[in-house]
């Protein structure tokens, strides 16, 4: 039987290391994973650097980040960093790496967060990219009508997913015991230097955060989502 597909869409080089490299750590013996990343974080603050120079570095770190952690398959879309907005033109992108791809199971940002309670999780480009992929999953990517150019002239087909996992959710309703594999997501975090190359404590930063996250379920280190699935 062909392994289940995963498709991980993030924002920004790091995203998918802070919010789901352990559970893709555990899942990349079973599942064929994908990466694609929206961005290249150009607007990242690289003193002296170029956007050339600054896409290089972080795409380099995330590519390490991703062999660290098994996964194979790295897509960089290059949108423009920050300027991330759910417009036709990014789903149809979206819709056609989907139908391409054809995941069983797809991971975004929790569109539906909406505390406002810390900075980072809310950055402007995580809620564009989290609302394009929830709008594409439904009404577009099963229905030959959106985008019919896919089918009519680039031979792919409608395609539905079966599960979605929300990640940097407000709202989890599944846990995930990474106890196993903290080391790797450390290591793998640690390959994304330019963003945090002079964090102290970086590690009990980490350790800190997920086994927080693990606590209510009994669990030393977990990562946690919402989990939707589609109705059959
Ligand atoms: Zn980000």
């Known amino acids: 039987m062909a392994k289940e597909k995963v498709l991980v869409i993030t924002a920004h080089p790091d995203d998918v290391d802070f919010s789901c490299n352990g559970t893709m750590a555990l899942w990349n013996k079973d599942k064929e ?10 607007k990242g603050n690289h003193l002296g650097k170029t956007k050339k120079e600054i896409i290089k570095i972080r795409e380099e770190e ?24 759910n417009t036709k033109k990014f789903r149809e992108k979206i819709v056609r790496l989907i139908r ?20 980072y999780k809310y950055h402007p480009d995580h809620r564009a990219v989290g609302l394009a992929v929830y709008d594409s999953i439904y009404p577009a990517i099963g229905n ?16 539905e997913v079966k599960e979605i996992y929300f990640y940097g959710t407000d709202y989890p309703n ?13 290591k793998a975090l640690k390959c994304h230097e330019s963003q945090i190359g002079n964090r102290k404590n970086f590690e009990g ?10 606590k209510e379920k009994k669990m030393k280190y977990a990562e946690c989502f919402r989990r939707l699935e589609m109705p059959k």
């Open 174 to 186: 599944i846990w995930i015991d990474i106890t196993k594999v903290i080391d790797l997501k450390i």
């Open 100 to 119: 391409e791809i054809k995941p069983d199971i797809l991971f975004a940002f929790d569109p539906s967060n909406n505390k406002f309670d810390q900075i």
């Open 144 to 159: 030959r009508n959106f985008f019919p150019h896919h089918i009519l002239s680039e031979g792919l087909e409608p395609h």
């Open 33 to 42: 994973i994908y990466y694609v990343v929206c961005t290249s974080g150009d």
């Open 205 to 214: 930063f980490i350790k800190e955060r997920h086994s927080n996250i693990g």
């Open 62 to 85: 995330q590519k390490e980040a991703a062999d660290i952690i098994g996964v194979k398959n790295v897509i960089f879309l290059r949108e423009p960093d920050g300027e991330l907005d």
